[in-house]
């Protein structure tokens, strides 16, 4: 694999890589050398990319691996709250600011969640990957991935449900 | 959407028991903005979800190795070349210098010959000098005489 094939394999995935290392590291700039550190790994195994079965998935259990790693050995003390812009350019100030409000605190439901179901809501709701897929790149059986992301679900629909409570009364 | 369409489906989603076509209707239904009250709570979820692979990777692919090793192929490639033609050159001048030395070692003989009469030349040209010198004894004579004088 050269360069310029190397680069055309990493193009569509760069962003998933990246998003995952956000969802695992929490904080951008970790995130954002925790993918770059990826491609150099990656590209010292490009000769043997090809030859997984699954290069892409590949590519995304390395960035799970990496960034589990990164957690491990604590790099990565400086806990930021992800900023993300969520704009609606039609609804209105008050509508913008609840909506953001709103997927702020989905944001930390999410981060309150284990990180391996953090990595299962990252790889399925927000990738949409398929299950055989998400097998390979987060090392589980198919149906403990099921039953981990049903739990992380009902989780989170748990806690926006109290959110909601709370605001009503 | 209806309704009855969209419940059973999230009941499955909740299970972990949807397929990812199925997971695109909810995505749809809860992008669309109508959304059945009862499923208020799913909006934000779906929402963030969407606005979650919005995400995207800012910096730049960089692979420094890249360049390098690239460079360093090159590198050395083309360094073997450079020093496979030094090789060459080498032995071609090698070569030539010894055949330079084998032509004068034919004309050794010769050489010292000239050298010899050279020399020979040389000594017999010293000799004719030293004989002239010998007039330089009679200053030692007359100054003998003046020394005895006093």
């Known amino acids: ?169 | 959407m209806e309704r009855s369409k969209i419940k059973p489906l999230l009941t499955k989603y909740l299970e972990g028991e949807t397929s990812l076509s199925e997971e695109k209707i909810l995505n749809e239904y809860f992008a669309s903005g109508k959304v059945d009250p009862t499923f208020e709570e799913y909006k934000p979820l779906f929402n963030f979800f969407e606005e979650q692979r919005k995400t995207a990777f800012e910096g730049e692919v960089n692979l420094p190795e890249k360049k390098s090793t690239f460079l360093n192929k090159k590198y050395y490639r083309w360094s073997a070349i450079a020093a496979s033609v030094l090789i060459v050159c080498s032995v071609y001048f090698f070569n030539q210098k010894q055949t330079k030395i084998k032509s004068t070692e034919v004309n050794h003989e010769l050489a010292m010959k000239h050298t010899q009469d050279l020399l020979y030349m040389m000594t017999n040209v010293m000799n004719d000098g030293k004989k002239q010198l010998q007039y330089l004894n009679e200053f030692n004579t007359t100054q003998n005489q003046i020394i005895q004088q006093k």
């Not at chain 1, 990319?49 to 050995?73: E, G, H, I, R, W």
């Not at chain 1, 949409?128 to 790149?137: D, F, G, P, S, T």
Request: charged residues 35%; contains cysteine.
């Open chain 1, 1 to 169: 694999m050269d360069q310029q094939r190397f680069l055309e394999f990493i193009e569509p995935l760069q962003d998933k890589m990246y998003r995952l290392s956000v969802r695992l590291l929490i904080s951008k700039e970790a995130a954002q050398d925790a993918t770059q550190e990826v491609f150099m790994k990656l590209w010292k195994l490009k000769g043997k990319l090809n030859s997984y079965d699954n290069p892409q998935a590949f590519a995304m259990t390395v960035t799970k691996n990496y960034c589990l790693d990164q957690l491990k050995l604590k790099k990565n003390n400086n806990l930021r709250i992800v900023h993300n812009n969520y704009e609606d350019e039609r609804s209105s100030l008050q509508k913008e600011i609840e909506a953001k409000d709103e997927l702020a605190h989905v944001s930390e439901i999410i981060e309150g969640l284990n990180k391996q179901e953090q990595l299962l809501i990252q790889l399925r709701d927000v990738e949409q990957l398929e299950y055989e897929e998400i097998a390979k790149i987060a090392e589980m059986k198919e149906t403990a991935i099921r039953v981990a992301l049903s739990r992380a679900r009902k989780k989170i629909r748990k806690e926006i449900l109290k959110k909601h409570r709370y605001g009503t009364v």
